[in-house]
């Protein structure tokens, strides 16, 4: 019987063909090609790294130091912005809260212009504001319209300014009748043809009658002094003949 050792001598001889010559031996077939994609090490220097041995320990103490730059470089800008996300974070909350105290001093101005009694809440306020601001529009529509009234008067007045024409009428009369009378009938005579006095200056006497009327006329103030002047005529005549009636009654005896 085979022991174990030798049945796999007989398997082992049965896989490789060869026959064996003595203490030689060959295969039937060619040797297998290794087919393997790797190459085996060799001992070559690489272009930008130094070979093995010429200054190992240098390039080992740059390699610590660049990757000691490299870990500083992209760690102070994570510092840098957490920093940064700090100050906009509490920039923004101060703003926020002037934002709000400004907001806070608008409403209590509002307020205060409000009537009394209105709440002091935002919704309140608003209200209360629009509602003033409705009642202050229509007032403003109101006073629009009146000026406008007003205008169209002011406008007429001017108007009837410019058509009237300021003048002075001088009055004398020698031996008047009746010098007051005269004046009042003269007076009455300018009011008749639209004409108004605004000042009169006058002296009576028994001998002579001197007065100056400033007046507004839209007549004319030749046409103004004609009718004054035509009125003392009338009147002056009036009580000349009323008197030469008188006296010849008296002389005629027809009157007590």
């Given at each position: 019987?085979?022991?174990?050792?030798?049945?796999?001598?007989?398997?082992?001889?049965?896989?490789?063909?060869?026959?064996?010559?003595?203490?030689?031996?060959?295969?039937?077939?060619?040797?297998?090609?290794?087919?393997?994609?790797?190459?085996?090490?060799?001992?070559?220097?690489?272009?930008?790294?130094?070979?093995?041995?010429?200054?190992?320990?240098?390039?080992?103490?740059?390699?610590?130091?660049?990757?000691?730059?490299?870990?500083?470089?992209?760690?102070?800008?994570?510092?840098?912005?957490?920093?940064?996300?700090?100050?906009?974070?509490?920039?923004?909350?101060?703003?926020?809260?002037?934002?709000?105290?400004?907001?806070?001093?608008?409403?209590?101005?509002?307020?205060?212009?409000?009537?009394?009694?209105?709440?002091?809440?935002?919704?309140?306020?608003?209200?209360?504001?629009?509602?003033e601001i409705e009642e202050l529009q229509r007032y403003k529509e109101e006073l629009e319209t009146r000026n406008t009234e007003l205008e169209a008067v002011l406008d007429d007045h001017q108007r009837e300014s410019r058509e009237v024409e300021k003048a002075k009428i001088k009055l004398r009369v020698t031996y008047p009748s009746c010098g007051i009378y005269s004046v009042l009938e003269v007076l009455k005579c300018l009011k008749n043809i639209g004409s108004k006095t605004t000042a009169i200056q006058s002296k009576f006497s028994s001998e002579e009658l001197l007065a100056v009327l400033d007046i507004e006329t839209k007549t004319g103030a030749a046409e103004a002094e004609k009718a004054v002047q035509r009125t003392l005529f009338e009147v002056e005549g009036k009580f000349h003949s009323h008197f030469h009636e008188r006296d010849r009654g008296l002389s005629d005896g027809s009157m007590p």
């Open positions: 019987m085979l022991n174990r050792k030798q049945e796999k001598n007989v398997h082992m001889d049965q896989f490789f063909q060869y026959d064996t010559y003595g203490d030689m031996w060959c295969f039937d077939g060619a040797f297998p090609v290794n087919r393997s994609a790797f190459s085996g090490y060799t001992d070559q220097p690489v272009d930008g790294f130094p070979a093995k041995g010429d200054d190992a320990g240098t390039n080992r103490r740059n390699v610590n130091k660049r990757m000691i730059d490299f870990l500083r470089r992209n760690w102070t800008p994570v510092l840098e912005t957490k920093g940064n996300e700090r100050e906009r974070g509490y920039r923004h909350m101060m703003d926020e809260r002037l934002r709000r105290e400004k907001q806070k001093q608008s409403y209590l101005a509002l307020l205060s212009m409000l009537p009394p009694g209105t709440k002091s809440d935002k919704n309140s306020i608003i209200q209360m504001t629009a509602k």
